[in-house]
């Protein structure tokens, strides 16, 4: 069976904190993509990073920073010095084989200011 | 980056009415779209899969009856909610796959708001 968990429901941080949004996968696969969207107030999902699974490379961009542990099956994604833009539903989603993805129930991150 | 729009943004219609929901690749040929649904507070669960020019593929509970889908274009797949209830007031987002890249993403459509009185 394919999952993806996202078990921190809602996460309030202050501005300028550094947040890790925590995601945790299943599937028997070895070939696969793990993606982090964002979904702002507004509704749209914003893609964010890809990541296949024969690249264990971390990556960062900016604020943002993704570690991939296959040892632990775990894609988790930090942003550094938070800012009140931030403030959205971060989605971490599974995809093999087919283009189904399979989305974890999302995490809300409010910074405050 | 590929664009994907959905029209309209939100709709409100009265119980036993239809509504259409267009999704469409802006800038890009969409050969297969796929069509989500989001409850309050809840995650994407996909609905169906929309193939150009066959039918689409619906996801196990999903009325097929009820959730119309149409791709009669590389560019447009639409999605109509027949004889629509307040149970199907939801978020629904589409997207597609991007050929000339096919790196694995899907890209989003800003979402559309239906509100069933």
């Known amino acids: 069976a394919q999952k993806v968990t996202q078990a921190q429901t809602e996460i309030s941080v202050v501005e300028k904190e550094d947040v890790t949004l925590d995601c945790v996968y299943e599937?028997?696969?070895?070939?696969?993509?793990l993606f982090w969207y964002k979904q702002p107030p507004s509704g749209e999902l914003v893609f964010l990073i890809r990541?296949?699974?024969?690249?264990?490379q971390n990556e960062i961009s900016g604020r943002y920073s993704w570690n991939f542990q296959k040892s632990t099956s775990s894609f988790n994604f930090t942003i550094t010095a938070s800012q009140v833009v931030d403030s959205a539903v971060y989605f971490c989603?599974?995809?093999?084989?087919?283009?189904?993805?399979?989305f974890g129930t999302g995490t809300r991150l409010k910074v405050l200011a | 980056g590929a664009v994907v729009s959905q029209h309209p943004s939100w709709v409100i219609c009265k119980s036993g009415t239809s509504v259409k929901i267009e999704c469409r690749s802006l800038?890009?040929?969409?050969?297969?779209m796929f069509w989500y649904r989001q409850f309050p507070k809840q995650s994407l669960m996909l609905m169906a899969t929309?193939?150009?020019?066959?039918?689409?593929?619906?996801e196990q509970g999903v009325e097929k009856d009820k959730f119309l889908i149409n791709h009669a274009s590389l560019t447009l797949s639409t999605l109509t909610v027949t004889s629509a209830h307040p149970e199907d007031s939801s978020f629904y987002i589409c997207?597609?796959?991007?050929?000339?890249?096919?790196?694995?993403?899907?890209?989003f459509g800003e979402g559309s708001r239906l509100t069933v009185l």
């Open positions: 929309s193939n150009e020019g066959s039918k689409a593929t619906y």
């Open positions: 599937t028997r696969d070895t070939t696969y993509y």
């Open positions: 989603a599974l995809r093999s084989g087919t283009y189904k993805y399979i």
């Open positions: 800038d890009f040929q969409a050969t297969t």
């Open positions: 997207s597609a796959r991007d050929l000339r890249r096919d790196t694995g993403e899907l890209f």
């Open positions: 990541r296949n699974s024969f690249d264990e």
